[in-house]
């Protein structure tokens, strides 16, 4: 039977530059991420109303946590 690895929601934002820094962010320290709701801009029409998830191992999510409040960003949850 297959392993299935679970996510854990680290943040929640409708500001793609912010998904997209804190991805940057977490890269840097080796830390995996994952975007989600991705594709909900066909959606809602590419305005932006519904928020992106980044998802993190949960071995991870503390780690990732730290580097999220010492760069100041809000995890949106």
């Known amino acids: 039977m297959a392993q299935i690895n679970l996510m854990k929601e680290l943040l929640r934002s409708t500001d793609m530059t ?5 991805t940057a962010l977490l890269r840097g320290e080796d830390i995996a ?3 989600m709701d991705v594709n909900m801009s066909v959606l809602e ?3 932006g109303i519904f928020p992106r ?3 993190v191992h949960p071995d991870d ?3 990732a946590c730290r580097v999220m409040r010492d760069n100041e960003i809000p995890l949106g949850l």
């Open 18 to 22: 912010i998904i997209a820094f804190a």
């Open 33 to 35: 991420c994952f975007e």
């Open 45 to 47: 029409g590419g305005i």
């Open 53 to 55: 998830r980044l998802m």
């Open 61 to 63: 999510h503390d780690a």
